[in-house]
Nanobody
């Protein structure tokens, strides 16, 4: 069984910063893609940023230049550094990972979400 636990969300003023963390635990052979999704109030969940096991990254246009995704493969951790936060970044942020359980078996796992509110 694989568990993802996010932390680091909270209330921040516009222009502020937050760093989200995602801890992956369980019987893991390796982690392929790790990504972060945001779900604003009343809207659908959308991809914010993704990072491969080799470190290649991809960002939604709305966060390019402000957010940075990273990971620590040795610790099975993922991170999302959020700078220059705007009210429209307000959302519940979910960590997602494609986890290799064995050389032949993968699962998609989600965390429980951490809320981010950007407001003055």
């Amino acid at each position: 069984q694989v568990q993802l636990v996010e932390s680091g969300g909270g209330l921040v003023q516009p222009g502020g910063s937050l760093r989200l963390s995602c801890a992956v635990s369980g019987s893991i052979f390796s982690i392929n893609v790790m990504d972060w999704y945001g779900q604003p109030p009343g809207k659908q969940r959308e991809l914010v940023a993704a990072i491969t096991s080799g470190g290649s990254t991809n960002y939604a246009d709305s966060v390019k230049g402000r957010f940075t995704i990273s990971r620590d493969n040795a610790k099975n951790m993922g991170y999302l550094q959020m700078n220059g936060l705007k009210p429209e970044d307000t959302a519940v942020y979910y960590c997602h990972a494609v986890v290799q359980l064995t050389s032949r078996s993968t699962v998609h796992s989600w965390g429980q979400g951490t809320p981010v509110t950007v407001s003055s």
